[in-house]
DNA sequence: AATAAGTACGACCGGTCGTTCTTTTTCGTC
DNA sequence: GACGAAAAAGAACGACCGGTCGTACTTATT
């Protein structure tokens, strides 16, 4: 079988606009994004844009799904490389917050910005953020899960309140970062999964002060 | 001395306004909130805004300020009826949380839709919300402070994280209240606070389970 | 009674929005 | 080298955007 190159250059367009469009997201937000400005960011024409996909709601669905894949490729899929456990919690913790101050995407966090944006605008677009969310909290819960079960956490914990705890502390840290002092904000996110951690973990040599 | 009818006539409109503005903000933005859309709301003519307003973004900054006020009002002033210490920490958050739960405002808080929509949008109204995000954390430091004071809390607390703390559980409440299950999000915030506070204070007995 | 100020209106401006249609260019396939 | 589908451009659309204009009504001052 034969890679057919006009197929293939469509997907490479598609992948290139749909990154802009993730970045542009995080700056004007996903409703507020323009074709025009999105066409014109990459120098290329409005309606050259609906070849590719038929509406701007289109689009931004398809945005959506790109910015969960690169979030599985910059959190999730490094934070797998550590083992299972509380190791592997902060290690997903730390992947967030360097994500956020590596300034990969100029508005912070894609997830953090639409979901406040469509928090109140019923459509498909929110239901693909709720789904995106809900499927993100349930794999810290999962990860929480496995800790517990390998005795690095207590038996009788509460693992959707710590998973709630976790990622309270990474979406004010890209607020504070963005609004406030950023190396604060990373600081006390860091640290408050620490503390949490070393109180709750009967191991504490697991958690080392510096990065595994 | 009389009273002016024209300026009071003047300053009713304006506050009716705002507090439309500020419901309206939390639903489509502060950015994304059309004057044509705010006059039709109201049943005036957009141009109508202009004589009270001179620009969109006079008005969005006078927003800005009645929103401040409405926290004042909803969140702060209730809490301070409560005795200084971990009490009146707890009745800050519990006042947030029933703010939030009894969905005063359409799109859920004011500020955090804000502050994500404008954190990459360079100018006067960022650098306002800006200003009330910090008076707030600061406000929340005060607190924690005045229950180490107390002795309500340990003499080395570090003040600034357990605020950083304390806040992004509310955060994380209005966030996950509108996307997830609400009374899930809502228990989840007050309970990691109960957690925090009874870990750190050594009388227990100011923190009952109900509220004071 | 005359004047001035504050409030509010409808009409309208140039510009941008998302979208559609038609046309041209690109490029692998036959 | 001709064919044809995919990609991209260009022009145009109705709607709405923030903003300005002149005007009219209300109310306080003189």
Same mark, same amino acid.
């Given at each position: 079988?034969?890679?057919?190159?006009?197929?293939?250059?469509?997907?490479?367009?598609?992948?290139?606009?749909?990154?802009?469009?993730?970045?542009?997201?995080?700056?004007?937000?996903?409703?507020?994004?323009?074709?025009? %400005?999105?066409?014109?960011?990459?120098?290329?024409?409005?309606?050259?844009?609906?070849?590719?996909?038929?509406?701007?709601?289109?689009?931004?669905?398809?945005?959506?799904?790109?910015?969960?894949? %690169?979030?599985?490729?910059?959190?999730?899929?490094?934070?797998?490389?550590?083992?299972?456990?509380?190791?592997?919690?902060?290690?997903?913790?730390?992947?967030?917050?360097?994500?956020?101050?590596?300034?990969?995407?100029?508005?912070?966090?894609?997830?953090?910005?639409?979901?406040?944006?469509?928090?109140?605008?019923?459509?498909?677009?929110?239901?693909?953020?709720?789904?995106?969310?809900?499927?993100?909290?349930?794999?810290?819960?999962?990860?929480?899960?496995?800790?517990?079960?390998?005795?690095?956490?207590?038996?009788?914990?509460?693992?959707? %309140?710590?998973?709630?705890?976790?990622?309270?502390?990474?979406?004010?840290?890209?607020?504070?970062?963005?609004?406030?002092?950023?190396?604060?904000?990373?600081?006390?996110?860091?640290?408050?999964?620490?503390?949490?951690?070393?109180?709750?973990?009967?191991?504490?040599?697991?958690?080392?002060?510096?990065?595994?």
């Amino acid at each position: 079988m034969t890679i057919d190159g006009r197929l293939a250059r469509g997907e490479r367009t598609r992948t290139v606009v749909l990154d802009a469009a993730v970045a542009l997201a995080t700056e004007a937000g996903l409703h507020g994004l323009s074709l025009g %400005q999105l066409a014109d960011t990459l120098g290329v024409s409005k309606s050259g844009l609906f070849a590719h996909w038929r509406s701007k709601e289109a689009l931004q669905l398809a945005t959506v799904d790109r910015a969960v894949e %690169q979030w599985q490729e910059w959190i999730i899929e490094p934070a797998l490389h550590a083992p299972r456990g509380v190791r592997r919690i902060r290690a997903l913790h730390e992947a967030r917050i360097d994500f956020y101050a590596a300034r990969v995407l100029p508005g912070g966090c894609f997830f953090a910005n639409t979901e406040f944006e469509f928090n109140a605008r019923p459509g498909p677009v929110r239901d693909r953020l709720v789904d995106a969310y809900g499927r993100w909290t349930l794999f810290l819960e999962r990860l929480v899960h496995e800790a517990v079960a390998l005795g690095e956490l207590p038996a009788d914990l509460d693992v959707p %309140q710590l998973a709630y705890e976790i990622d309270a502390l990474g979406i004010s840290a890209v607020m504070r970062s963005r609004m406030l002092d950023p190396d604060t904000a990373y600081r006390q996110a860091r640290q408050g999964l620490l503390n949490r951690l070393r109180a709750l973990c009967p191991e504490p040599t697991l958690l080392t002060e510096g990065l595994s």
